[in-house]
């Protein structure tokens, strides 16, 4: 058996796209048909974006710690969010947590380390691009960060809050999102972040400008790998 993961959602297309992702790449660890056991408790998005526009990240947090505690009577072992934008109020959470939680920051910056990178660029809603959750997780691992400028972000966010979290995928908004990150690879970024949950849903990382680190897909990844590997060391 392995450890139950709880998954604190927050919007719903990012939030099935990682629970996809768990249940889809576990066969590979635990066998045909096999996958962790998941339990997923959400607040509306528009709950959360009361706090997030008025940049109350305690109210965010409180909506947080609602789900996580719901999830512990559900028996899960531990949390994560799939939510790059609400991880401002992360430091909140784990404090009063009453499980243990994963970082996404955490799980894009080792992975970037591990490719060898120097400097991200962030992409994400205009909150997560202005905001201290990367610059801050990125700098202990020594990877620097840039983002896109004030007007690319207005639109990048445009995109996020006014299709992507809709299932809305358009091929002028996947352009204009590499258009974007070649602009960051120009001011010497070598990897690009795509630190909205949704944003997997429109960047190919064939023809993207540069390396992918999709925050989604690694923070599934991540928990993964805690659910086996910790339950096989406490066996």
Not at 69 to 95: E, Y
Request: proline share 5%; hydrophobic share 40%.
């Amino acid at each position: 058996m392995s450890l139950h993961i709880g998954i604190v959602a927050c919007s719903a297309e990012g939030a099935a796209l990682c629970y996809r992702t768990i249940c889809a790449e576990a066969k590979e660890i635990m066998g045909e048909h096999m996958h962790p056991e998941i339990t997923m408790h959400t607040h509306p998005l528009g709950e959360y974006m009361v706090g997030i526009r008025a940049g109350d990240w305690r109210a965010v947090a409180d909506l947080m710690l609602s789900s996580t505690r719901k999830l512990q009577t559900c028996g899960v072992d531990f949390a994560l969010c799939p939510d790059n934008t609400i991880h401002q109020s992360f430091d909140l959470v784990s404090a009063e947590s009453p499980i243990p939680w994963i970082h996404i920051a955490d799980s894009v910056a080792a992975a970037a380390k591990k490719a060898g990178l120097s400097c991200l660029a962030i992409t994400g809603t205009k909150y997560l691009m202005t905001g201290p959750v990367y610059p801050e997780t990125l700098k202990k691992f020594g990877i620097a960060c840039k983002i896109p400028n004030a007007d690319q972000r207005e639109k990048i966010d445009d995109i996020i809050f006014n299709e992507l979290v809709y299932g809305v995928i358009r091929e002028e908004a996947r352009l204009y999102f590499n258009e974007v990150v070649q602009d960051l690879k120009d001011q010497g970024c070598d990897g690009v972040v795509l630190g909205c949950t949704e944003i997997p849903l429109i960047v190919r990382p064939d023809d993207c400008p540069l390396p992918t680190f999709d925050s989604t897909r690694l923070l599934a990844r991540a928990a993964l790998q805690k659910a086996v590997a910790e339950n096989a060391t406490s066996s």
